[in-house]
């Protein structure tokens, strides 16, 4: 009976950029600024799958969010305009 292939859990740059929906030059820009860990083996630059699905459940938000701004958008349109007039 053959074994499941193991899954892939390193990535390399331009695989976490797609991972990530990010250019390789923003997955470095993350890496860089602390915002997500990198495996370093020699030269060779790999990111951690467990990582990234870390980094994006951090970068979630909900729109109840009191840290989102209040864009009045629950407003109607020309209630915003008439507010913007006085």
Known sequence: MPHPAPQK???DIPEA?????????GV?????SGAL?????GRRVHVDV????EFIEKAKVRE????????GLDK??????????T
């Open 28 to 32: 470095r820009r993350l890496i860089w």
């Open 64 to 71: 109840e969010d009191s840290r989102l701004p209040d864009r």
């Open 17 to 25: 950029g797609v991972y990530l929906g990010r250019t390789p030059w």
């Open 76 to 85: 109607p349109r020309n209630k915003m305009l008439s507010d913007a007039v």
């Open 37 to 41: 860990p990198a495996v370093r083996v």
């Open 50 to 53: 467990r990582d990234m699905d």
């Open 9 to 11: 859990r390193l990535y």
